[in-house]
């Protein structure tokens, strides 16, 4: 009887699920101890309705538009806060422990002992293209995550910079940042 | 037969209508024209009501759909530009590591 009910209650919430990489509810909880919360949720649906509302007139927009043509979803949750160890590294612990399958791998890791900034992205690569990014950023006054699920290419994502009211960040190489890994 | 032919006489003889009879021919015409008239006024009201409540459910709903797809423009702008900024942060850290290591960055 139960594993009748479990059985329908997998199919039914199933779509519900759609999301691969599942944030966390303590993320949430942090929400209340930061000064600064960002939450964006954005489904396939609303990534359509998005695409549909980006002129293709406009160089920038295009751009955008092909971008998340083969998106099927963007979650970023990122907060600051007002001092250092408001969160623990436990909160984001379930995001990494759901990174840990074939699927999924760690193309950068960049840790500064100095300024304790650490940084990781993963990307997930289905039949040799990349299917998922996930960034995974702390300091120790900030935490972001972005998960952004489907076919993309970084290095679209970073041409962005500049544009489509997207700072561009200077990246250029810089000295005496600390002690990085 | 004369009795037949002066009762035929009698029917066929012209006779005077009653002062009122033109009166309440033409109300009665009035009557009729006036019935059918709000028939078609409250008909055509009625259309037009229709008509604007379809105009407006169909900018209503328009105007929701550009609100919702102007918010879900808006939440993508914030979402690329926070993953942009990251990705930027990491590739930064990454040159400075680089350029601490002596190794030529690829931007360079």
């Not at chain 1, 359509?48 to 002129?55: E, K, M, P, V």
């Not at chain 1, 791998?105 to 990014?133: F, H, M, P, W």
């Not at chain 2, 009698?10 to 209508?17: G, I, P, V």
């Not at chain 2, 028939?39 to 550009?66: D, K, N, T, Y």
């Amino acid at each position: 009887m139960w594993i009748k009910i479990a059985f329908i209650a997998c199919v039914a919430l199933g779509p519900l699920g759609a999301q691969e990489i599942k944030l966390p509810p303590s993320l949430d909880r942090l929400a209340a101890k930061a000064t600064e919360v960002v939450d964006v949720t954005m489904d396939a649906n609303l990534l359509q309705l998005a695409s549909r509302f980006l002129s293709d007139k406009d160089a920038d927009e295009a751009h955008v538009k092909k971008l998340i043509g083969g998106l099927k979803g963007i979650y970023v949750r990122s907060f600051e806060f007002a001092k250092a160890g408001e969160y623990q590294e436990s909160d984001v612990e379930p995001v990494r422990a759901q990174l840990h399958t074939p699927a999924w791998s760690r193309i950068v890791g960049v840790r500064s002992q100095k300024s304790g900034d650490n940084a990781e992205v993963y990307v997930k690569t289905e039949n040799g293209k990349i299917g998922g990014l996930l960034i995974l950023a702390t300091e120790p006054k900030q935490l972001t995550i972005v998960s952004i699920e489907g076919a993309i290419d970084p290095d679209q994502l970073s041409e962005l910079g500049g544009h489509f009211g997207i700072p561009k960040v200077d990246t250029r190489k810089e000295t005496g940042h600390g002690k990085d890994e | 037969m004369e009795d037949f032919e002066r009762q035929l006489k009698y029917a066929l003889a012209r006779k005077e209508q009653p002062p009122s009879f033109e009166a309440k021919t033409f109300a009665a015409i009035a009557a009729e024209r006036s019935g059918r008239g709000m028939f078609w006024r409250w008909e055509a009201v009625a259309a037009s009501i229709l008509i604007a409540a379809a105009l407006w459910a169909q900018h209503e709903r328009g105007a929701r759909e550009q609100a919702a797809g102007e918010a879900a423009k808006a939440h993508l702008r914030v979402a690329l530009n926070i993953t942009v900024t990251e990705l930027s942060k990491i590739q930064k850290t990454v040159n400075a590591s680089q350029a601490a290591a002596g190794r030529p960055g690829e931007d360079e």
